[in-house]
């Protein structure tokens, strides 16, 4: 994952609700999991294992988060449980058999929780006192790329 891709996340999770931030969290697993796929293509492996340890951390988060007196949790759990198990083989294994099962299984996890963040009109932020922040770059002096960053 490059670093704008880090420090987009960065911005979206200090501006999101509960709901919302489980669906980033998922994105951002799912998307590890592609980095993997992607570095095994290229044959490092250890990036590959680097990138796979990283979903499995996200997993982690997410079904430790779970809170077990909703039914739901219960089979949120096992689908965690199934993408942790599928990572756990091919990090032994160095393969990307089935990754993009979990993958899918994540993305739609995701997709699932934004759509209920975004009917949740009272939803509360996660990091109320934050500040909105605009990002963008411009040209400098000799054609150089500058960044620049607006809070509000």
């Known amino acids: 994952m490059t670093k704008e891709k880090i420090n987009e996340y960065a911005v979206r999770i200090s501006q999101s609700s509960r709901g919302e931030l489980v669906a980033i969290s998922c994105e951002i697993a799912a998307e590890y999991m592609q980095d993997a796929k992607t570095a095994l293509k290229e044959n490092n492996k250890e990036m590959f294992s680097f990138y796979i340890k990283k979903s499995m951390d996200f997993t982690d988060d997410l079904s ?7 039914p739901v949790a219960s089979q949120l759990l096992s ?40 009917q949740d009109e009272n939803g509360q932020k996660v990091m109320e ?3 909105e922040i605009y990002a963008g770059y411009t040209y400098g002096r000799n054609s150089r790329l500058n960044e620049y960053v607006i809070t509000k």
């Open 64 to 70: 430790s988060s779970l809170d077990m007196k909703y």
């Open 129 to 131: 006192n934050s500040q």
């Open 79 to 118: 689908l965690y449980m199934y993408v942790k198990r599928i990572l756990i083989h091919a990090n032994a294994a160095y393969t990307d058999e089935n990754i993009d099962s979990c993958i899918s299984v994540m993305s739609r996890i995701g997709q699932a929780y934004g759509s209920i963040a975004k």
